[in-house]
């Protein structure tokens, strides 16, 4: 049997431990200038990495499978968002304004790919298809995303408002436009190395998060957060969280599709991802990105943690479904 130990995922775990580095020597004076600039640096590498590393091409041979992969992007992209904007009733006498932003933020963050496959794998769902959703909400969450954020937070970001589509374009849009372009060629040795190329992924987006706390604790923005604000925060993600797993399931259903796709919806249209939000973020929400991503940290380990039980539930109700037509198979060969 397939087992996915996710009971802390070590990533956040190295995240946790920057955000401490942050909090005891916050960068400041020229060496934030400079770590700011390395951030800056970071999160343009990062984007190019990506559009170099994704198959347009394979996620164009997914478009057969088109019905799915609209669900996912409106699960996505639109019942996300709409939950996002109904929690505004948290506010403020529960949510903070700052922690209220993140949470809406979260809510318009594209979806995973890695994990939507992992747990679809596991669930015995989908695989291809969970791969093509992923690719294809990366893609539109390029786009969508920064728009998205520009018309529902306005400026109510702490500082972001609409000129900053201008950075999404320069340090997000065009690097990931350019690794596109230059696949063909830098795409083989991007695979070849992918281990090391993993490193630089996740030391960039810890590099983003060592940036954005440390401005956050020269600015005392966290004399802002209280437990009791935390404890809201975390009640209600996990309410966001069973009612994006809950329809994801119960509207593919709805829809007809078969139990394969059903999960492969559920996990790809129920996960949010900390790659592509992180980056995002301090793009921007600049000096208020500390809390801003605070949200996103949370639902990240909360969804890991989630969806592995329910992925071994799947995996264990798929079993006697599977093993019941081998049999079946086996006695009309037999005949």
């Known amino acids: 049997m397939k087992r996915l130990r996710l009971p802390l995922d ?6 946790l431990g920057t955000v401490l580095l942050a909090a005891l020597l916050p960068a400041r004076g020229g060496v934030a200038n400079g770590v700011s600039a390395a951030s800056t640096a970071a999160v343009a590498l990062l984007f190019f990495l990506y559009g170099a590393r994704l198959s347009t091409a394979e996620a164009l041979d997914g478009l057969r499978h088109w019905r799915l992969h609209v669900t996912v992007l409106a699960a996505t992209f639109v019942v996300f968002p709409l939950l996002g904007l109904a929690a505004y009733a948290l506010r403020p006498w529960l949510l903070s304004p700052d922690l209220f932003t993140g949470f809406l933020f979260l809510t318009l963050v594209p ?3 890695q994990s939507s496959i992992a747990f679809t794998s596991l669930a015995r769902g989908n695989v291809p298809a969970a791969i093509c959703a992923g690719s294809f909400s990366s893609l539109f969450g390029i786009v969508l995303t920064p728009l998205l954020a520009a018309a529902l937070l306005g400026d109510s ?3 972001f408002s609409a000129a900053s589509l201008g950075k999404i374009v320069v340090q997000l849009l065009l690097p990931f436009l350019a ?6 060629w830098v795409g083989g040795f991007l695979t070849r190395h992918k281990k090391v190329l993993g490193y630089v ?7 983003v998060v060592y940036t954005a706390f440390s401005e956050g604790m020269v ?4 004399h802002q957060v209280t437990v009791p604000r935390l404890l809201a925060l975390l009640l209600a993600e996990a309410v966001l969280l069973a009612a994006m797993l809950g329809l994801t399931w119960w509207g593919a259903g709805r829809l007809g599709f078969p139990r394969a796709d059903r999960v492969a919806i559920q996990f790809a249209g129920s996960k949010k991802s900390l790659a592509s939000g992180l980056p995002m973020a301090s793009v921007l929400f600049g000096a208020h990105a500390s809390l801003a991503v605070l949200p996103l940290m949370v639902f990240h380990q909360m969804q890991l943690m989630v969806c592995a039980v329910i992925a071994r539930r799947r995996a264990a109700e798929a079993a006697p479904a599977e093993s019941a037509e081998v049999a079946a198979v086996t006695g009309s060969g037999g005949g």
């Open 10 to 15: 070590p990533y956040i775990l190295s995240l």
């Open 111 to 113: 979806s995973t790919i």
């Open 157 to 159: 970001g702490g500082g």
């Open 179 to 184: 690794g596109q372009f230059l696949r063909r």
């Open 201 to 207: 992924d996740r030391g960039s987006i810890l590099l």
């Open 219 to 222: 600015r005392g923005i966290w």
